[in-house]
């Protein structure tokens, strides 16, 4: 027994060592709480993902397996190079583009479509290895960068908000479109114009009642300053969803877990970003080069600026990752963007969408998670997932929604370092939060700000003041918007 308590000290002392625990004012069970916090905040990607990628004809459960692949060697280099409470899986968003614009929309491949994937994952490297992304960075005024971590809040908390079921949406006639596959029989995606009106929901859905006293229980919870608060309300809401048969474990089948049928999928795609069908196909038809570069720049900017925002937004406001240049805490930054570069790439090969840092990270960070051993634990349970995924089902939406909306709240503070009264930046300020939240994208919110406080510098009569950097990037982002315009 003594042995067995010596043990398991030493143990802890090895992971203090190791991780820099102590040094964070972190603790192993803090730490595994908050990579469990993170995991079932994102853990949906493991079920949107092969059912977003496989519209395109890809075997879905070789896109499963890709998926945990791409995000647990993300997730690894996230704990052991950078050290760093950051999960990393396939984005949301850019798997959407991958399969509505660049497959269905555009005409490409799904070979084609991840050979773009990996040449974003090269440029993500050239860009980190040279002064570029340290030049990016260092261009964000600090208004922008208060309301960038402010945006990801909103965006945070809407995440939130939709998932909890609170939301409905109504969509006049004739002003919708029908994409992707399997429309006769009610599987394909509604895209809508601005005609979709939300509101609330009638609260008489037992999920959407169980979303809710999830929301009282979390907010319980944190107001009370209760240690592993997050994971505790995750684990009661899951409880009550099961004795109100919101969740019915009668149906966890796992049987339907063929992971050697997943396997023989894989084989499939695996690889096939750097075949003949798909980098090969790319590079052998020039006639159609200058729309394919335009396509692997939105793939290169959404998932550059994705990160960065994810990475200022949460790190600067809990002291894990500092902007200034200077500072030894930007070697961190450094290799966060590695991590991701080299998940990109990895993911593309294996045979998914560009994997990115999860903002979701952040309901991890909110549980007190500070090292890279938050980050192992989540991808301990990304490996452990491709065994028990049916597991899963048992944690419902409704337990983790909550969880967002009240980190989206935590992240708000930043609003305060605003300027408000001064409008030439209270303006690129409100652009760059807002659009973040209701455009669902991080990378359209910097857009925006960025776009705006160049506008009102230009109005102010000082260009001058607006770096380099960001005038190269606003050209972009506009060359983006008219290739978007132009498909």
């Known amino acids: 027994m003594i042995g067995s308590e010596n043990d398991k ?50 075997p879905a459960q070789g896109v499963f397996l890709a998926t945990i692949i791409g995000s647990v060697v ?39 479509a991840l050979g773009m994937v990996f040449i974003c994952g090269v440029i993500s490297l050239i860009i980190t290895l040279t002064n570029v992304r340290k030049m990016i960075i260092e261009s964000i005024p600090t208004a922008l960068r208060s309301a960038i971590s402010a945006g ?27 994409v992707g596959e399997g429309a006769d029989k009610g599987n394909a995606t509604i895209s809508a114009n601005a005609s979709a009106v939300p509101g ?33 309300s995750i684990l009661v809401t899951t409880v009550l969803g099961i004795l109100i048969h919101v969740v019915d474990i009668t149906k966890i089948d ?9 396997f023989n999928d894989l084989g499939t795609i695996f690889g096939q970003a750097l075949g003949s069908k798909g980098l090969g196909s790319l590079i052998s038809n020039t006639s159609r080069l200058p729309e394919t570069l335009m396509a692997i720049l939105a793939f290169s900017l959404t998932d550059i600026f994705d990160t960065i925002g994810t990475l200022i937004g949460t790190g600067e406001k809990v002291g894990i990752v500092a902007t200034n240049g200077e500072n030894h805490q930007s070697a961190k930054l450094d290799k966060a963007l590695y991590s991701d570069l080299v998940a990109t790439s990895v993911g593309a090969i294996a045979g998914t969408s560009n994997v990115t840092t999860y ?66 930046e209270a303006v690129p300020a409100f652009f760059t939060s807002i659009f973040m939240g209701f455009s669902y994208s991080i990378t359209q919110g910097i857009a ?9 510098k230009v109005v102010k009569g000082e260009a001058k003041e607006v770096h380099s950097m960001i005038w190269i990037l606003d050209v972009l982002f506009i060359l983006n918007y008219v290739s978007m315009a132009l498909n």
Not at 83 to 100: E, K
Not at 200 to 221: E, K, Q, R, S
Not at 361 to 390: D, E, M, Q
Not at 448 to 456: D, E, M, N, P, R
Request: hydrophobic fraction near 55%; proline fraction near 3%.
């Open 254 to 262: 796992f049987a339907s877990n063929h992971l050697g049928a997943a």
């Open 152 to 178: 990801i809040g909103i965006f945070l908390a809407y995440v939130g908000i939709k998932n909890a079921g609170f939301l409905k949406f109504t969509i006049d006639p004739h002003t919708y479109t029908v």
């Open 9 to 58: 000290k030493g143990v802890y002392s090895e992971m203090d060592k190791f991780f820099k625990l102590s040094e964070h004012g972190t603790t192993v069970r803090t730490e595994v709480l908050a990579g469990l916090t993170t995991f079932f905040a994102m853990s949906y990607i493991l079920f949107v993902n092969p059912q977003m990628l496989s519209q395109t004809g890809m």
């Open 74 to 112: 993300g997730t690894l280099m996230m704990a052991f190079y950078a050290n760093l409470p950051y999960a990393q899986a396939p984005g949301m968003g850019l798997n959407a583009f991958f399969t509505f614009t660049v497959v269905f929309g555009m005409g490409y491949s799904w070979q084609e």
């Open 448 to 456: 925006a700000g960025f776009i705006t406080y160049s506008l009102v």
């Open 359 to 424: 903002v979701e990270s952040a309901a991890g960070i909110g549980a007190g998670g500070r090292t890279g051993l938050t980050a192992l634990v989540v991808a301990i349970c990304f490996a452990i997932s491709s065994l028990f995924s049916p597991l899963l089902a048992i944690v419902p939406t409704a337990a983790t929604a909550p969880i967002l909306i009240v980190v989206g709240i935590m992240m708000l503070s930043g609003l305060k370092n605003i300027h408000w009264e001064d409008m030439s």
């Open 200 to 232: 609330l929901v009638d609260f008489n859905n037992p999920a959407v009642l169980l979303a809710l006293v999830g929301l009282a229980i979390t907010i319980f919870f944190v107001v009370k300053g209760i240690k592993g608060g997050i994971i505790l």
